[in-house]
């Protein structure tokens, strides 16, 4: 029998288009609610690839989350093991750490949905910053969460 294949909702043209818009706004400095453009280079093609994000900062830590699930940026995070954020002409190179215990990440998902839950709670099937800590660990599976590491 084969395995189920991993969470991940892809995104319609109008969204691609519009995250494209948001990422090149990111690009020229503008953020909207935080956002910031991501640069990880691909598993496949080595070039760098890039996506708009919502950086996530919890008691002093920053993460990205997925809340499209295992994105092609999730895979080529994994493999490349770090990447970039730019917003203008300031770039953060980072290494991440992919947190695997889900009461570790149900805690990032939380505060993630209280700050972003206006506009990803669609990917999140029900789960909300209201929901139980029994429902955000189960929900998270389905959402990868990094902690990124600033490398000077």
């Known amino acids: 029998m084969n395995a189920p294949e991993p969470y ?4 319609s043209p109008l969204g691609i ?11 020229f400095g503008m953020s909207l609610a935080g956002t910031a ?4 280079r691909g598993r ?6 890039r996506i708009p994000v919502n950086p996530y900062t919890q008691d002093g830590s920053q993460y990205l989350v997925s809340a499209r699930g295992h994105s092609q ?3 080529n995070m994994r493999a490349a093991g770090g990447g970039e954020l730019r917003l203008g002409r300031k770039v953060q190179a980072f290494t991440v750490t992919e947190l695997t215990d889900p009461a570790e990440q149900a805690v990032v998902l939380r505060g993630y949905l209280k700050k972003w839950g206006w506009e990803v709670n669609r990917f999140f099937d029900g789960v909300t910053v209201n929901s139980s ?8 599976p389905d959402h990868p969460v990094f902690r990124i590491t600033l490398t000077p």
């Open 133 to 140: 800590e029994s429902e955000l660990q189960a929900a998270a």
């Open 37 to 40: 453009e991501l640069s990880v």
């Open 8 to 11: 991940y909702v892809q995104g």
């Open 73 to 75: 940026w999730v895979r």
């Open 17 to 27: 288009r519009f995250n494209a818009l948001i990422g090149k706004l990111a690009r």
């Open 44 to 49: 496949t093609s080595g070039r760098m690839q």
